[in-house]
């Protein structure tokens, strides 16, 4: 059903626009102005080395989402914070507001740990994502796809806490029969 592939360029301005679509703001308080925001934000210099992993989900073949992942060991607040720096934590959103509230979500994590986490991280034991507490949706999803709902952190300079959600690798590995 969802399909990954690498974030590029091309893609920087539906980015822009999932960014800046209400229910996404909400929990991405910090929008991206424009395309070339965005290429500040999110596309890797060269001369650097970036931990982070972008992905654009598609359903259909249509771009419908953003993903991005990371070991937590190279984030220094996050591996304090959830003490956890051998998992692999990822963030997403589904761009489309028509598509919000279709069972989608589940999907689409539930894909997205099986064909891209598992073999793009294969040292990594666990995976985690960190929704702001009050996403009780986020945290309904993540719940459907075998994650535990553990620490609270507060994030420096963040009204809420999040919560930290981890799965274990091996709920998304393939079964052996």
Known sequence: MFAFRPLVEADLGAVVSWRNEPHVLTWFPEALVDVEHARRRLVPRPTGVDPVRRWIAELGGVPVGYLQSFVVASDDDLTVRCQDPEA????????????????????????????????EYPDAPRFLAAPDARNHRSIRVL???????????????????????????????????
Do not use: H, N
């Not at 692999?88 to 891209?116: H, K, N």
């Not at 553990?150 to 091996?170: F, K, M, N, S, Y």
């Open 88 to 119: 692999v934590a990822f963030d997403y959103l589904i761009g489309d507001p028509d598509l919000v509230d279709r069972g989608l979500g589940t999907e689409m994590i539930r894909s997205f740990c099986r064909d891209v986490l598992v073999p």
């Open 143 to 177: 719940a459907k796809c075998g994650f535990v709902a553990g620490l609270w952190i507060q994030p420096e300079g963040a009204p809420w806490a999040d919560v930290v959600c981890t799965a274990q690798r091996r709920l998304f590995e393939p079964t052996v029969e």
